[in-house]
């Protein structure tokens, strides 16, 4: 008797949810969502299509800065003395993309989705740069009169790299603009039961193999398997980038 009031209950409400997106036709209703996940702060603009299908559009920010040092590596004991041991680097992740997504769901009163669709972006997705302007130009000066076995600079994995004309040192890495999208979600992307809705996305973008510059010179894979590097080393390995969103959903109409 239990087990035939629970598969009673769970009937009507699945008859009820169903007869409810019913109503869900072509941009009949809209909602504004909300998030924060591995893509920053996202909020974007979602119409229904059919009960079926529902379409989305919006921004994703990714404001992300960090501070490291990098050791100076010198090859002359006495330049070791009286320059610079380390160099502050700034880390800054440029990551704001626009999306336009396409919810699928496999029933009228299903929660659960498959989604495909875009992100799109800068093609520089990280930089790393001295805080100070200009901090190594002691050793710039130093390296116009060294021979090239002597110079000094920094070690980024296992790329020994000299600080420009101007005393700066920088790197950072490209990917495709265009970035193909798949992943699956739950939760109705446009709610009809309610106001106010959650839903989650998981799924990757993308984006190609990544191209590392430093200094202007491009890195190759044995460049990057050392120690240093922080961030631009860790996603310089990454052909996709995982997103994982949490998004809370407010039905306008």
């Known amino acids: 008797m239990i087990a035939v009031a629970i598969t009673t209950v769970v009937s009507a409400q699945a008859q009820e949810n169903e007869k409810e997106n019913d109503d869900l036709g072509l941009f009949n209703h809209a909602s504004l969502s909300v998030g924060l996940g591995t893509t920053g702060i996202t909020a974007d603009l979602c119409l229904p299509i059919t009960p079926y299908v529902s379409v989305r559009g919006g921004a994703d920010i990714f404001p992300f800065k960090y501070t490291t040092d990098l050791e100076v590596e010198y090859r002359n004991a006495l330049a070791e003395r009286v320059l610079p041991e380390t160099v502050t680097v700034t880390g800054k ?42 901090a190594l130009a002691a050793v710039t000066a130093y390296n116009r009169i060294m021979p090239d076995n002597q110079k000094a600079g920094y070690t980024l994995g296992n790329y020994f790299l000299t600080p420009d004309e101007n005393g700066n040192v920088y790197a950072h890495i490209k990917v495709a603009a265009f970035r193909p999208y798949v992943g ?26 990544p191209k590392v510059t430093c200094q202007d010179q491009e890195l190759k894979d044995e460049d990057l398997k050392g120690d240093d590097g922080g961030v631009v080393r860790y996603i310089s390995k990454m052909s996709v980038w995982p997103v994982l969103n949490m998004r809370a959903t407010f039905r306008l109409f």
């Open 93 to 134: 992740l440029s990551m704001t993309t626009g999306h336009l997504l396409f919810d699928f769901y496999p029933s009228k009163q299903s929660t659960f989705r498959i989604t495909a669709g875009a992100y799109l972006g800068g093609e520089k997705v990280a930089e790393a740069y001295n805080k100070e302007d200009g």
């Open 184 to 209: 699956i979600g739950f939760g109705r992307v446009v709610p009809t039961k309610s106001r106010v809705a959650f839903n989650c996305d998981l799924g990757v973008q993308f984006w190609g193999k």
